[in-house]
């Protein structure tokens, strides 16, 4: 058998009977070239989302396990019309459901995780030079039920059996033509980034550039496996995503990022005593609400205030929680901030460079925007401000940081 090479296409790539028959054709180009391929698609368009709105025209809380049947079967149909396009061009294909492959995942329904992947049916229809088409999102259990991967979960597929299959490569197509320095959306002089490190691509995932699922990148890490996103709708070679190498360091940053999808909450006079944080924060992960920042200074008087961020969706469950929490602590009030934004710098660079913090604040100062919270890690510097200000602060830092150059990174 020759080199086998994944590629995964995301709904936007198969939104249409024109889009499905252009990705045929790129399929079946790579065919001729030799190579063995399995093709990971995601449910085309808008579907998974229309698929959840449906639901919840019949309830508000629809049960797991049926969210499950119902929201894979948007992957069912794009692998069957994908399978049906590649025989139109004379090429022989055949398509999967994660089930029929043996992606066997836990329990967990909605955000199932991958256990296990059988190799031997997708290796069959190889070795008959066959292209095999799997259904992206979706595996079952071990009682044969069917579940779904998360949001954004073909990715998950995509590099999960780039992984068992040992592929040279794994590719994402979708519609933009790789990791960017920032939004070109916001940023029309971002620029696209030819590699970027697992760990930056990581941060910036999870700080709000929707470029793939978080955690594909963190499997793909686990795993060494070099991964390619770029455009579907030419052949443009696009972003990179490896293992660091040194000259990504001379880099300081590689991107900005936005993220509108976290409110603000603090609660005011917490007693400055040993064991309270612990409570607070013990509270709110027993109630599964993922915390992001949190900003506590000692205090000069005999209280301190405790602020932190939580997903919007989270936030009425999080007020619920923290108002027991505030009285049972003989705190004074519980305040709930939706008006933030938080600007993010992501960098690998950072390690090794000094006053990386300083130029950021200072392009947030130079068009006066005053900064709420602050945090940092070892290749990321967040900060909170208002959210009218958040285009206008991602700009500001793009321009600082020179961002719009032309940046080569070389092996
Ligand atoms: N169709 C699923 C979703 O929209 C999975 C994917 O697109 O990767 O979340
Ligand atoms: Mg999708």
Do not use: W
């Not at 995503?241 to 603090?266: F, P, R, Y």
């Not at 400055?272 to 506590?296: E, R, W």
């Not at 000069?300 to 936030?315: A, G, P």
């Not at 009218?388 to 940081?401: G, L």
Request: charged share 30%.
């Amino acid at each position: 058998m020759s080199d086998i090479i994944v590629q995964k296409y995301g709904g936007s790539s198969v939104a249409n009977p024109e889009k499905i028959m252009n990705v045929a054709k790129r399929v079946t180009s790579y065919k001729m070239k030799g190579c063995d391929l399995v093709v990971v698609v995601s449910a085309s368009g808008d579907t998974t989302d229309e698929l959840i709105e449906l639901a919840h025209k019949i309830t508000d809380d629809p049960p797991e396990r049926e969210m499950d049947m119902l929201i894979s079967t948007g992957e069912q149909a794009s692998v069957a019309l994908l399978a049906m396009a590649i025989d139109k061009l004379g090429f022989e294909a055949i398509s999967f459901t994660g089930a029929q492959v043996g992606i066997i995942t836990d329990s967990s329904y909605t955000k199932a995780k991958i256990l296990d992947i059988n190799t031997k049916r997708i290796l069959e229809e190889l070795r008959k030079g066959k292209i095999v088409i799997v259904a992206g999102f979706q595996g079952v259990n071990l009682n044969h039920d069917i579940t779904t991967l998360g949001r954004g979960g073909s990715d998950m597929t995509g590099v999960a059996i780039a992984k068992v299959l040992n592929a040279k490569m794994c590719e994402i197509y979708t519609d933009v033509e790789g990791v960017y320095t920032a939004d070109p959306r916001i940023v029309p002089n971002a620029k696209k980034l030819n590699r970027i490190s697992y760990d930056e691509m990581l941060e910036m995932a999870s700080l709000g550039a929707k470029v793939m699922q978080a955690r594909s990148i963190e499997c793909a890490k686990k795993f060494n496996i070099k991964i390619h996103v770029r455009s579907s709708f030419n052949n443009r070679e696009g972003t990179i995503i490896s293992e660091e190498v040194d000259s990504m360091e001379n880099i300081v940053v590689s991107g900005v990022t936005l993220n509108k999808e976290e409110a603000k909450l603090t609660i005011c006079d917490v007693p400055d005593k040993p064991g309270l944080a612990a409570k607070i924060f013990k509270k709110l992960s027993l109630a599964n609400i993922n915390i992001d920042m949190i900003i506590q200074n000692i205090s000069r008087t005999r209280c301190t205030d405790i602020s932190f961020t939580v997903l919007k969706e989270d936030l009425k469950k999080t007020l619920k929680v923290t108002k027991k929490i505030v009285r049972e602590i003989g705190a004074k009030e519980v305040i709930e901030d939706q008006d933030i934004a938080k600007v993010s710098i992501v960098g690998v660079g950072m390690k090794s460079h000094s006053g990386i913090a300083a130029k950021m604040f200072e392009a947030l100062a130079s068009k006066n925007i005053n900064i709420e919270m602050i945090s940092t890690s070892e290749i990321k510097i967040s900060c909170v401000i208002k959210k009218r200000f958040a285009e206008d602060a991602v700009r500001a830092i793009h321009d600082k940081f020179k961002l719009y150059k032309v940046r080569t990174i070389k092996e």
